[in-house]
């Protein structure tokens, strides 16, 4: 009760005052990852109508919760005006946490444990406050790329956007950007996984390849032609046939699931399983990838679905059901 009355007051501070970063989208009122996937796509696709050349890198940081260092955090709750007994109950709240590990052996029914060791860095997952910690953790870094280019931030997911008429201009942007952000990154003490920090390419049909390159600490960052951005598989041409490809086996599953089961079920039950396990992957993303000259093969496994919970035929029409 306490963490939630503590929660729901720094959240008006920082609402009322405007303190967080526009581009930070994740753990905030009226924010969800449609918001940050609108704002990454309508990015690169502004600038691909201006015939610009477009790269985005996506950043991924090991164990980004788990390696907050306290100080630096109390510090910048400071710089917020967050003062007094709220400083006070957030510095109680990190500091003297402890934690172990806990193995069961199922086999001798015993169980062996680690010594208790004192956390010394992090913010607590799985409780309210500690999301919101880290977006005020991690709330400055858009101000390190001096407007080089966009960012897009979920909690610690961060992305940017950079579009450049001239490929040099662009190149160099990009390398003073990345080094920008991987320095606050160390100066942060957050970690950089480069294995898994990508560079990808937008562009539309026709446009001329434009070979460029990001050297970190002696290696290069990985190319990506498709990858997943907070659920959504996304390919560099935004045409979603990737995310198509990878939900329709999903839903074939679903929908050979809900054939196995409507025999002994009610009709409650299959309309239940049907939105926990069809229509909640369908929903995700569809104002993005809906209109895709793709999708039409989604919704042909969307009417079969629904032919099956209606025990009609497959010829026979199911467009009146759709409103049931």
Request: with cysteine.
């Amino acid at each position: 009760m306490i963490e939630k009355a503590l929660y729901n007051r720094l959240i008006d501070h920082l609402d009322n005052n405007r303190l967080l970063n526009p581009q930070q989208f994740g753990f905030r009122r009226n924010f969800s990852t449609d918001n940050a996937i609108f704002s990454l796509t309508y990015e690169i696709l502004k600038a691909l109508n201006s015939k610009m050349i477009v790269r985005s890198i996506f950043f991924d940081l090991e164990k980004a919760f788990d390696t907050i260092n306290h100080s630096v955090l109390i510090n910048k709750l400071l710089l917020y005006g967050i003062l007094g007994k709220s400083k006070l109950f957030i510095e109680s709240y990190l500091t003297n946490r402890y934690q172990r590990v806990q193995l069961n052996n199922p086999l001798l029914d015993a169980k062996s444990n680690s010594k208790w060791m004192k956390v010394k860095r992090g913010v607590p997952q799985g409780l309210i406050l500690g999301p919101l910690l880290f977006i005020l953790y991690i709330n400055d870094l858009p101000k390190a790329i001096m407007q080089k280019a966009t960012p897009i931030i979920f909690a610690d997911d961060t992305s940017i956007v950079i579009a450049r008429q001239d490929v040099n201009e662009l190149q160099e942007d990009l390398t003073l950007t990345f080094n920008q952000i991987s320095e606050w990154f160390k100066q942060n003490s957050l970690s950089l996984n480069i294995n898994k920090t990508c560079l990808t390419h937008f562009h539309s049909k026709g446009e001329p390849h434009s070979d460029i390159n990001i050297i970190y600490e002696n290696n290069y960052i990985t190319k990506m032609n498709d990858l997943k951005f907070l659920g959504i598989n996304i390919s560099n041409t935004l045409t979603w046939k990737s995310h198509i490809v990878k939900i329709l086996p999903k839903l074939s599953s679903a929908c050979f699931a809900l054939r196995s089961i409507k025999p002994p079920v009610s009709q409650q039950m299959l309309k239940a399983t049907y939105y926990s396990q069809f229509h909640s992957i369908i929903l995700y993303g569809l104002m993005f990838w809906g209109n895709s000259e793709h999708s039409d093969k989604v919704f042909k496994i969307q009417k079969r679905i629904v032919r099956i919970m209606a025990g009609i035929g497959k010829r026979d029409s199911c467009r009146k059901l759709f409103s049931h």
